[in-house]
């Protein structure tokens, strides 16, 4: 399994996407969307803090790790709202919350 170096807490609000059956987000195979900032895509994986109590339409916490880190670092704001995309549904909002590390600062 790989480890994720994770750069924000953020909270995610989703609806069930029609794309997938799983009944809780903990349940859904894929773990990377899409946020949308001034009309581009940035990739992302999370990981659900608290996967047990977490539902749709209902904002819980995760952490995010964007693939696209350096495009997006100086562009992306903490405590303002984003749309999210799975492939091409807009699916719910992502607003980050605080950095959990900068990459940058990493010895890698």
């Known amino acids: 399994m790989i480890e994720h170096i994770y750069q924000y807490l953020a ?3 989703i609806k069930k ?3 997938i059956e799983s009944n809780f987000p903990f349940e859904d195979k894929v773990n990377w969307l899409f946020l949308e900032k001034e009309e581009k895509q940035y990739s992302f994986i999370y990981n ?3 996967p047990k109590t ?5 904002p819980f916490e995760i952490e995010v790790k964007f693939l696209m880190y350096d495009e997006l670092k100086n562009i992306i704001e903490l405590e303002r709202d984003y749309k999210v995309y799975r492939g091409e549904e807009e699916i719910g ?3 980050l919350l605080d950095v959990i590390i900068d990459p940058d ?3 890698l």
């Open 11 to 13: 909270h995610l609000n």
């Open 17 to 19: 996407s029609k794309a």
């Open 48 to 50: 659900i803090k608290s």
């Open 54 to 58: 977490s539902l749709y339409n209902s």
């Open 93 to 95: 909002t992502i607003k």
């Open 105 to 107: 600062s990493l010895d």
